[in-house]
């Protein structure tokens, strides 16, 4: 049972251009959502994260944005560079379950020049 | 800070030979290390949950007698691999918390593993 999914394997966006990645959860009791970067036979790297008390949260041309009640979140990069291309991942994580990061599949991004 | 390492990077055995891979923290204690297993296109699964100078919670479906994982000190956890076969090929990758926060994890660069 995937509790975290990103339906899109892969996106290509165009440089410049303003890139969007989707996740969906399905447990309610997640409390705070990540995203990690990851480059080929490399470790993720922290992104950006979201508290559920938020809905919004910015930093530089990052964004990531939450919808609770349709156990949604996105993350926008724009303006979207060559160097952003790699695998991103969505995670979530519950308190209850102490530091346990539960990832999606990822989704390959692609900026073109 | 927050650097996390692993060892070796890349590893490749023949079938029924043991792998062990080590994970540090290089700048900080690690209260909890963490041990995650990626399949080609495919995400992380958590294997197990270590802290230090206790036994690792494993996850379900996690053999605890093939993946045998030692967390000695607050900067060195490892994962041994038993009995290595070639569906145990993988890229195996490990994180560190320090704990300052529940949502706080460092990751190391990975290890792939090939057995042949």
């Known amino acids: 049972d995937q509790q975290v999914k990103q339906n899109s394997p892969s996106l290509s966006v165009q440089e410049g251009r303003i890139s969007i990645l989707n996740c969906d959860y399905t447990n309610s009791m997640f409390d705070y959502f990540l995203w990690y970067k990851k480059y080929p036979a490399e470790g993720p790297t922290f992104l950006i994260s979201?508290?559920?008390?938020?809905d919004k949260n910015e930093d530089g041309r990052f964004t990531v944005f939450l919808n609770k009640s349709a156990k949604h979140l996105s993350l926008h990069i724009v303006p979207s560079q060559p160097g952003d291309s790699a695998v991103y991942f969505c995670?979530?994580?519950?308190?209850?379950?102490?530091?346990?990061?539960?990832f999606g599949a990822g989704t390959i991004l692609r900026v073109k020049s | 800070g927050a650097v996390v390492s692993q060892h070796p990077s890349r590893v490749i055995c023949k079938s029924g030979t043991s792998v062990k891979i080590e994970c540090r923290s290089l700048d900080f204690q690690a209260t909890t290390m963490f041990w995650y297993r990626q399949f080609p296109k495919k995400s992380l699964m958590l294997m197990a949950t270590s802290n230090e100078g206790s036994k690792a919670t494993y996850e379900q479906g996690v053999e605890k007698d093939k993946f045998l994982i030692n967390h000695a000190s607050l900067t060195l956890s490892t994962l041994t691999v038993t009995s290595a076969h070639p569906e145990d090929s993988s890229f195996y990758i490990c994180?560190?918390?320090?704990?300052?926060?529940?949502?706080?994890?460092?990751f190391g660069p990975g290890t792939r593993l090939t057995v042949l």
């Open positions: 979201i508290s559920s008390i938020k």
């Open positions: 995670a979530a994580q519950n308190m209850e379950y102490g530091n346990k990061l539960v």
């Open positions: 994180s560190a918390s320090r704990g300052t926060s529940y949502n706080e994890q460092f």
